[in-house]
């Protein structure tokens, strides 16, 4: 069954430091997510992407935040000064179609540790 | 903006019991979504819910939206140890943005 991979599995990261997160969606999905876990709270929602733009994002994701598909399989999550809150469990998702209410496929995450 | 409670927090049984775990919304839900996570690695897509007093199984576990679409249910008949993890229920609050409850611990005994 197609799967959401996603890597490295665990990132650690000097406070200061940029770090990229990757991830390969499943092959015929139109649209990608990126969500955060940090540890003992909820999965919260970071940012969706479509057609090579940016659908909707939350607060959370300010200017240190970017994403970006530089080919046609690679989605990448940028943080470009990384702060000790950044510490959390990444999660990429992409889902089939354009419409509501299709269920999206969830990588098993990277863990970023910040120092 | 929409809340999803969940309860219990988390619950222990014991194998081959029962068990059903429930998520409470703010606001009238016109997605919900179950999902698994085994500790530390990623979500397991489980059920979709559209309508009010839709119903859905897959083996064991089933998962049901009330007729008002503001709560859902996860039941699991005669657990088994494969079944430990966290369940999460997930809203679509729009632009395919999900919202999650803070999820359920389930520990099945032997």
């Known amino acids: 069954e197609p799967e959401v991979t996603q890597t490295p599995s665990h990132q650690v990261t000097q406070m200061g430091q940029e770090v990229i997160l990757r991830c390969v969606p499943i092959?015929?999905?139109?649209?990608f997510y990126w969500y955060r876990q940090i540890l003992g709270q909820k999965v919260e929602f970071l940012v969706s992407?479509?057609?090579?733009?940016?659908?909707?994002k939350s607060e959370i994701f300010d200017d240190q935040f970017s994403v970006e598909r530089p080919d046609g399989s690679n989605f990448t999550l940028k943080i470009r000064s990384t702060k000790l809150e950044d510490s959390a469990m990444y999660f990429c998702?992409?889902?089939?179609?354009?419409?509501?209410?299709?269920?999206?496929?969830f990588g098993d995450g990277t863990r970023l540790s910040i120092l | 903006s929409q809340e999803l409670e969940q309860s219990p927090q988390s619950l222990i049984v014991q194998e081959g019991k029962n068990l059903t775990i429930n998520c409470t919304s703010s606001k009238t839900l016109y997605g919900l979504y179950w999902y698994k996570q085994k500790y530390g690695e990623g979500l397991i897509f489980l059920m979709m819910l559209q309508k009010g007093g839709e119903e859905k199984s897959h083996e064991k576990i089933t998962a049901k939206l009330d007729e008002k679409k503001q709560q859902s249910s996860l039941h699991i008949t005669a657990s088994q140890p494969s079944h430990a993890g966290i369940y999460l229920c997930g809203a679509d609050v729009g632009a395919q943005k999900l919202v999650f409850g803070q999820g359920t611990r389930l520990t099945i005994n032997p």
């Open positions: 992407f479509y057609n090579n733009e940016i659908s909707e």
């Open positions: 092959s015929n999905h139109l649209y």
């Open positions: 998702a992409s889902s089939e179609y354009l419409f509501r209410n299709q269920p999206q496929h």
